[in-house]
């Protein structure tokens, strides 16, 4: 147990294993056999040592592919840092290695911890533990907005995803292998590979504003991760010369992660300099299809098998066998970012007297709020206000019931769910902030917009 109270303490640092590698010493062998024999006895959370009971929840929710997690503690009060579990909190990652010259990618995931007189509870990224621990850490542990960022967990909305290729806008890069698993072979088809166009000298940026951290950082290399605002995920491999923000920073779309490489800081392999590039659902937190999405003005599609997609924009196909994809930005169409961005200041009592007084919704209101009465037809919701503001203009009033046809995104909104970029269109093509919305447009099934 000393041995393991010494491993936390120098996680603080950079990153180790949760537990010791079969390949080291006589003496780490012997302690890993002990560590394991000892994990299988318990349940997740009843050991002392926090890097270890980390490990356990990450193995229990992602499977053993390969080796043993790598768990680095970020941030921490009390004493989490040390083997006995204490009055304390805890923030970092943990990650399961790929074996050197395997195909396939690191898989990792935050965390966050809180240690009581006996025991751990560990809320992993993605996961309604994760969401409600994070909503009380404190602010040593969590910034606010990253509080409000997880503990908010907005799925993921529309098929359009609002996100950018992770290119500079205009430039053209190639897709050197089309949708595939994060692993390589295995679906869901979540990632691709992308290489830069001639003339051009590999940039990775952002594919959306959010908050980047980085992971298994070592040999000049790291799993670079950025939760983005509107329920989705992005992570990035292989890449040298990483960006210099720090973790947990915020980030806009378009800012500089690193360049195109060949690391390997968490195993795998790299047959030449390329970002690979995966999609995730930030909440609950897995992968997500690459097919029929649509990320930098293109719309994927995967093949029978891994690597064999391609995307497609107006007509026009892009594989790993030639051609380049051109970084159109977000889609066209999504309300600029002047949309009000929150409620009147001043409640209005009586309908404002500006061009779109709030039409007549026909309909009858829902019996429970929440629930569409019929087919489109959701209603409007804002504690507190009497009104909301729709865009380009007018208002709607609060409880009233108006009808939906379609979905996109825009500027970020907070709402009664937590923030959310997804604007939904009206029938009188008017745009109202999925904040002010008793549904979801995942709820709704809507449509993403043309």
């Known amino acids: 147990m000393r041995h393991l109270a010494l491993l936390a303490t120098a996680m603080l640092t ?120 994070a909503g009380r850490a404190p602010a040593t542990v969590l910034r606010p907005e990253e509080r409000a960022v997880f503990a908010a967990g907005s799925p993921a909305g529309p098929v359009d995803t609002g996100l950018e290729l992770p290119w500079a806008r205009g430039d053209s890069w190639y897709m050197g292998g089309g949708p595939h698993g994060n692993d390589g072979t295995h679906r869901p088809f979540s990632s691709a590979d992308f290489t830069e166009g001639p003339g051009l000298d590999g940039r990775v940026l952002a594919a959306g504003p959010g ?40 980030v806009d779309a378009g800012a500089y992660l690193g360049h195109t490489g060949t690391q390997l800081p968490c195993g795998g392999q790299a047959t030449g300099p390329h970002v690979h590039f995966t999609l995730w659902r930030s909440a609950p937190e897995t992968e997500l299809p690459l097919d029929g999405r649509t990320i930098g003005g293109w719309t994927f599609h995967e093949g029978r098998n891994p690597y064999d997609g391609y995307a497609e924009r107006r007509g026009l196909r892009v ?38 007084t709030p039409p007549t919704v026909p309909g009858t209101p829902p019996a429970v709020p929440g629930v569409p009465a019929e087919s489109g037809l959701v209603r409007v919701t804002a504690p507190g206000f009497a009104w909301v503001p729709l865009y380009p203009s007018g208002f709607v009033m609060v409880g009233q019931d108006v009808r939906v046809v379609c979905a996109t995104r825009g500027t970020v909104v907070a709402g009664v769910r937590g923030p959310t970029d997804v604007w939904v269109r009206l029938d009188d093509t008017r745009w109202i902030s999925e904040a002010y919305l008793a549904g979801t447009a995942v709820d709704l099934a809507l449509p993403g917009c043309p």
């Not at 950082?217 to 720090?246: F, I, Q, S």
């Not at 169409?333 to 500006?354: D, E, F, L, R, S």
């Open 211 to 250: 908050l980047v951290y980085r992971s298994c950082e070592r040999d000049g290399g790291a799993l670079v991760k950025v939760v983005h605002d509107n329920g989705y995920t992005t992570t990035y491999y292989h890449m040298r010369d990483l960006g210099p923000a720090a973790d947990g920073a915020r």
């Open 319 to 356: 594989d790993r066998t030639g051609g380049t994809l051109t970084n159109h930005g977000p889609t066209p169409g999504t309300p600029p970012t002047t949309t009000p961005a929150t409620p009147p200041a001043t409640v209005p009592t009586t309908p404002p007297t500006v061009p779109g």
């Open 14 to 133: 950079g990153w180790l294993p949760a537990t010791l590698h079969q390949s080291g010493t006589p003496e780490q062998a012997e302690h890993q056999a002990g560590a394991t024999e000892q994990a299988e006895r318990r349940a997740p959370g009843t050991g002392a040592d926090l890097g270890a009971v980390v490990g356990e929840h990450l193995l229990a929710a992602r499977g053993a592919r390969h080796g043993t997690p790598l768990v680095e503690i970020r941030r921490t009060t009390g004493d989490a840092g040390g083997a006995e579990a204490g009055a304390g909190w805890a923030f970092g990652s943990a990650t399961l290695p790929v074996p050197d010259g395997v195909d396939g990618t690191p898989d990792s995931a935050l965390f966050v911890a809180h240690g009581s007189a006996t025991r751990w509870e560990v809320g992993l990224e993605g996961t309604p533990a994760f969401a409600r621990l």
